[in-house]
């Protein structure tokens, strides 16, 4: 019987791979979408003998409790036992658990509350290039954590789009790449409507691919769950009788699990996957043969008018609309419909912009403190400019975090322990103090988890109908 996952083309790699984590115990790994990395890296590590618990960090959460069924599944046990996972609101985890799928910002309190991560063996960042403030500041802990009290840690960064050699000069360590074995994509560009709103624009391409007699299942790019509502709808109302049975099934973070998990799986029924970029990366879909992609996301960056950090509708890289597009191809040839100008292609940047070179620090600079060391010491891989951490301590100073002599204050400790923007974080503790908790634990989750208002795009980013 062939093992699940055997064939796949990191496997080409992995006596290199299982020698770089032996000596000298870091990797940069680059595999394209679908090469496996991200479920047989950790299994390799297992088979080989690496000691203590291997740490898997995701940046969603979806992705860490699929991932975490896969590879359960393929090593025939149950979740919770040999692999677990571990988000936010979820956690199967037991003593016996070796390989633990867990969501980054979940990692750096686990760091937190053992600095020395006692029982853990190697700690794998998957999905570098989404490069999101958490990832960084792992990255960072963990190489001064090898530099002092765990040299014997193995460290792992993977990734299908990075400039891995950047990340390996700055850990000192080998880089690997895999080749992916992919079919041809066509790629088309926007020809319809370019005023109609997004998600009629994707409406109408599914409905050109299938008048064109397009096979198997298509996979749909949205920003957000507005969008993929509205798209949802726009394409159930261009199927037709003679199309056959066909399921359009959105896919987002917001959704139950079990809807979730009907997305993802194949089943008798061609499927129509609406979703967000966490069909981007991590997780593979199978049948996939065609991708219409919006060519937008929602992305973390400052905003002025609410003084926090805000997910805002902004255009990808071609970075993204490459992994995107890789989609389509990954078992038999496919297609790409991407709704924008061939001649806006080239315009858009060649890859994501760090998080932390758009946001608001003063959330990151209450973490570093909380580690023991200023941000402006830490050994960032894109130094953030000195003007913007002064700023961010500034603020610290004015919510009460941090004292004159930019020492954290015992209000500074509390507002670290709150998973929020220290602007909120002191808002929580002034309300409980004022009797108040709960109405200001609602302020906090609409102020900061999702934009309530009426703009489901960013202005520069809507059409004129969408203006209106």
């Known amino acids: 019987m ?16 299982i020698a770089a984590v032996s000596s000298p115990g870091a990797l940069v790994l680059t595999a394209p979408t679908g090469s496996g990395k991200t479920t047989q890296v950790p299994q390799m590590l297992l088979h080989a003998g ?8 995701q940046p969603r959460r979806l992705a860490a409790r ?24 979820e956690r199967h985890i037991s003593h016996a658990t070796r390989i633990l799928f867990l969501t980054e910002g979940l990692f750096l309190r686990q760091l937190l509350a053992d600095p020395k991560l006692t029982g853990v063996g190697a700690v794998v960042l998957d999905e570098f290039h989404e490069r999101n403030l958490a990832v960084d500041l792992a990255l960072g802990l963990c190489r001064r954590l090898r530099a002092g009290a765990r040299p014997d840690l193995r460290l792992i960064v993977m990734s299908a789009t990075l400039d891995a050699g950047v990340v390996a000069d700055y850990l000192s360590c080998p880089s690997v790449h895999a080749e992916g074995r992919t079919f041809a994509v066509d790629i088309e560009y926007e020809t319809g409507d370019s005023q109609a709103p ?3 624009r994707a409406g109408a391409a599914l409905r050109r691919w299938l008048d064109g007699g397009g096979q198997g299942d298509a996979l749909l790019f949205l920003p957000g769950t507005y969008e993929i509502r509205r798209t949802v709808d726009a394409c159930r109302r261009r199927l037709r009788a003679d199309d056959g049975p066909i399921d359009v099934l959105p896919l987002h973070g917001s959704l ?15 499927r129509v996957i609406v979703s967000t970029n966490v069909a981007e990366t991590s ?43 890789g989609r389509a191809g990954r078992t038999a040839p496919g297609a790409c419909v991407r709704l924008w100008p061939r001649a806006e292609a080239h315009a858009r940047p060649e890859r994501d912009t760090p998080e932390i070179l758009r946001v608001d620090l003063s959330e990151v600079v209450l973490q570093t403190l909380t580690f023991g060391v200023e941000a402006a010491d830490f050994p960032w891989l894109d130094p953030p ?52 908790g709960d109405r200001a634990t609602v ?17 520069r980013f809507r059409t004129p109908s969408e203006s209106e």
């Open 50 to 57: 690496i000691e203590g618990r291997i740490l898997v960090l």
């Open 198 to 200: 997004v998600w009629d």
């Open 443 to 459: 302020w906090a989750a609409l102020i900061a988890e999702r934009d309530i208002s009426a703009r489901p795009l960013a202005a």
């Open 256 to 270: 139950p699990a079990a809807e979730q998990d009907r997305a993802v799986r194949r089943g008798v029924e061609r």
């Open 283 to 325: 997780i593979t879909i199978d049948g996939i043969r065609c991708v219409i992609d919006s060519g937008l996301a929602r992305v973390h960056r400052y905003d002025p008018g609410r003084a926090v950090n805000a997910l805002l509708v902004e255009r990808i890289s071609q970075a993204s609309a490459q992994q995107r597009a």
């Open 385 to 436: 400019p000195a003007a913007r951490l002064e700023r961010a301590r500034a603020l610290l100073g004015e919510l009460g975090a941090v004292d004159a002599d930019g020492a954290l204050t015992a209000d500074g400790q509390a507002m670290a322990d709150l998973p929020a923007h220290p602007r909120l974080a002191r808002m929580l503790l002034e309300a409980a103090r004022r009797g108040v």
């Open 2 to 17: 062939k093992k699940p996952g055997a064939g796949l083309p990191i496997h080409d790699v992995e006596t290199q791979i």
């Open 66 to 89: 699929i991932v975490a069924r896969r590879v359960a599944d393929e090593l025939d046990c149950g979740l919770g036992g040999l692999v677990g996972y571990q988000t936010r609101h």
